[in-house]
């Protein structure tokens, strides 16, 4: 078992937990764009701490540099409309299709713009992989849903744009740019589109009202928390891809920890379980053994 698995499979535990404080901003109706707001600027924070530390050069990356600043600026797109999704509908809806949609891209892309090929017992794994967030759906949770349509909708714009998101990281790496400069550049790109996606809501002069106004211990709380733990898992995605991990492969093994919201939404939230949960754990396992 390689070290870019196990630090894959360590990302996604990270992740998972990660996007469950979606589900809570969600669940308190705290303010989207404030929400990615806090989480960036701590994440900005704590990657130029890991810059200054590991003394990785920021500039000379031209091209490669502009890729990444504009997938931190889509991610602050997505995480703004995935708060607003999980409005709509529950976290047992969005978590698995968002999680189909996203891996299925990476794996197009992996292999027609990276070349990347696979074993029999990969693409097995993939195809298992695949299968997760299918298994999780089922008839019976359309009747639980606030707006299905609105939140189908929504599935799809961030599904694309977590993967155009990957596909970034992805080049950057093979670039050579340093995994913590990687970093820090997506999350200065996070930074600027969460304040944008604040100017446009609320107009420049209004950023201040909506930070003195709709700032509460819990935003800030679930936020910070959140961008800790999404720091960790993303650092884990670029570290895989600098040890030979390939696009496809990471990204499916990285997408499993949808069980992980979705479990604690069942737990803390009291939403639909059945037995395709269980069915997708398994799945799961039998998935992370092929690929790895």
């Not at 924070?45 to 590991?54: D, G, M, P, S, Y």
């Not at 197009?108 to 097995?124: I, Q, R």
């Amino acid at each position: 078992m390689e070290l870019w698995f196990v630090v894959a499979v360590c990302g996604a535990i990270a992740s998972g937990v990660s996007n469950f404080f979606f589900k809570i901003a969600a669940a308190r109706n705290c303010n989207a764009e404030l929400f990615m707001f806090y989480s960036s600027i701590t994440s900005m924070l704590i990657a130029v701490a890991l810059v200054l530390v590991w003394q990785q050069p920021i500039v000379g990356y031209g091209f490669a540099a502009a890729i990444l600043l504009g997938s931190g600026v889509i991610s602050a797109a997505s995480g703004s409309l995935k708060v607003y999704a999980l409005r709509y509908i529950d976290a047992t809806i969005y978590f698995p299709l968002f999680k189909l949609i996203t891996p299925a891209l990476a794996i197009l892309a992996g292999v027609t713009l990276f070349a990347e090929s696979f074993s029999t017992l990969e693409w097995t794994g993939l195809v298992i992989g695949l299968l997760v967030p299918i298994i999780l759906i089922s008839p019976g949770e359309n009747t639980r849903q606030q707006n299905l349509t609105m939140g189908l909708l929504l599935i799809l714009i961030t599904g694309v744009l977590s993967a155009l998101t990957a596909v970034a990281g992805k080049y950057a790496i093979d670039m050579n740019v340093p995994v913590f400069t990687t970093l820090l550049l997506t999350v200065v790109g996070l930074s600027l589109g969460s304040i944008g996606l604040m100017a446009y809501q609320h107009g420049v002069g209004g950023i201040s009202a909506l930070i003195r106004t709709e700032s509460t211990p819990l935003l800030l709380k679930t936020s910070i928390t959140r961008a800790a733990l999404i720091s960790f898992g993303v650092w884990t995605m670029l570290f895989a891809f600098s040890e030979g991990g390939s696009l496809s492969v990471v990204q499916t093994i990285h997408s499993m920890y949808i069980l992980i919201p979705i479990v604690l939404a069942v737990i803390f939230f009291k939403e639909h379980m059945n037995w395709q949960k269980v069915v997708a754990i398994v799945f799961s396992v039998v998935s992370l053994a092929f690929l790895g």
